[in-house]
């Protein structure tokens, strides 16, 4: 019998954030330029599994994704009876930045989807030095509300299922159904209130709007791309935020909607390639 | 035929579609729509100006009717344009038209009344509400 064992390696780091030690959750492969992945709010690092068994990334790039703190296999904090949890700029830009620094990440590039999506843009105003290249997945600097978040951790409804039955439509039709219910099943997975927590940093603390100037994207270059289903973020707020930084790229996926690495990683896979390639090609002039 | 009575021609023949789709299918098709054994909510659906009652009962739908009594109560209503209920139910929606709430975004649906049965039960309504899904190409909606 063949055993089949997968290249992805799981592990578990402390991390100082703020005024918390975290246990943290990551999951890397490959090796090479460090590929640091963040994932959508209410979800967990699972959504990057396709990238990490894809040879062709793997070969070039050390692609890490972890859990954030109270998401996946990260605990929240100790503590974390007492409080209710919410994610704000400050406190996501210091999550990424010290999990570079416990992981030992020089430069690494960072790819972010949704809330990922926009703070790779705070990382590429405040801490472009930091990063070699920056990739927004459903990137903008600010996009219309289209519920209200409340519904998303009551008693009465099912948390799960609330927060899996809202996101559905962001899936394009045309994505395997295989892979559009395994993206649901990390929704209905999701710690209660967590997915709420994620969007007061989405609806109420992050419109960056006429915040981003400084933005040097020949120092560290900007790609964002966004699918044409994502309701959410559409292609018009991507549109918008990248013709406000001089030197951002956009691409609009066809036929791919608010998570493109997990609904669809095959399309998404030929969107994607062309960036690390250019990446790549940029770190190879460079030496 | 004038815009006006082409319009009410339109709604009524896609609200006798859904009617006709949801009583032949909804209660027997458990692969696509899920039995939410613990509902039981009286739904208008509303297509252009033409509507249609669902009466549910634990997860059972009992009734559905287009023939609406005056002061007919209901928990909660579905109501969309024409264009939105045409685009919703192509086998492959334009991007924005795919989906209950990418349409509520654009302005061509709306949520009604009393919401709690309807969003504790989401995936089985939107999963309902697109049984009729099915047959032309996609082409962006007029």
Aim: with cysteine.
């Amino acid at each position: 019998m063949t055993i089949e064992i997968e290249p992805i390696v799981g592990r578990y780091t402390r991390v100082r954030i703020q005024d918390d030690w975290c246990r943290v959750y990551f999951e890397e492969a490959g090796r090479g330029i460090p590929l640091l992945c963040l994932h959508t709010a209410g979800a967990d690092s699972r959504q990057f599994r396709h990238l990490m068994c894809d040879e062709a990334i793997t070969a070039q790039f050390r692609v890490i994704a972890f859990d954030m703190p109270w998401h996946g296999k990260s605990y929240p904090p100790i503590g974390w009876e007492q409080r209710e949890y919410r994610l704000t700029t400050a406190l996501y830009v210091d999550t990424i930045l010290a999990v570079c620094r416990a992981l030992d990440l020089e430069r690494p590039v960072a790819m972010g989807c949704s809330i990922g999506g926009r703070i790779v843009l705070q990382l590429a105003h405040a801490h472009g030095t930091a990063f070699r290249a920056l990739i927004g997945l459903e990137s903008a600097d600010f996009q219309q509300p289209w519920y209200d978040t409340d519904w998303l951790d009551r008693a009465d409804v099912h948390g799960g299922r609330m927060c899996a039955a809202l996101v559905s439509g962001l899936i394009a039709p045309h994505s395997p159904p295989q892979h559009r219910h395994e993206t649901l099943w990390q929704y209905m997975q999701g710690g209660p209130g967590v997915f709420k927590g994620d969007l007061y940093f989405y609806r109420v603390d992050a419109d960056l709007r006429g915040t981003l100037g400084g933005i040097d994207t020949d120092r560290c270059p900007l790609y964002l791309l966004t699918g044409e289903y994502d309701f959410s973020c559409t292609p018009e707020d991507t549109q918008r935020t990248a013709s406000t930084i001089a030197g951002a790229k956009v691409t609009i996926m066809q036929e791919v909607g608010h998570f493109p690495m997990s609904e669809n990683p095959e399309k998404f896979r030929t969107y994607l390639l062309p960036v690390l390639e250019e990446i790549r090609g940029r770190e190879e002039r460079a030496k | 035929m004038n815009q006006a009575s082409a319009a009410m021609h339109e709604a009524n023949a896609l609200c006798a579609r859904f009617e006709r789709i949801v009583k032949q299918r909804a209660n027997g098709d458990r692969l696509r729509v899920e039995q939410p054994r613990t509902l039981s909510a009286v739904c208008m659906i509303e297509i252009g100006g033409v509507a249609a009652l669902l009466h549910i009962e634990r997860g059972a739908i009992v009734n559905c009717t287009r023939e609406l009594a005056l002061l007919t109560e209901w928990d909660f209503a579905v109501r969309g344009s024409c264009a939105a209920w045409r685009a919703l139910w192509q086998p492959l929606p334009p991007p924005g038209w795919h989906d209950l709430f990418a349409l509520a975004k654009r302005g061509e649906m709306r949520f009604e009344g009393r919401l709690h049965p309807f969003m504790a039960h989401l995936q089985y309504f939107k999963d309902l509400l697109a049984l009729p899904r099915s047959g032309s190409e996609r082409s962006a909606p007029q």
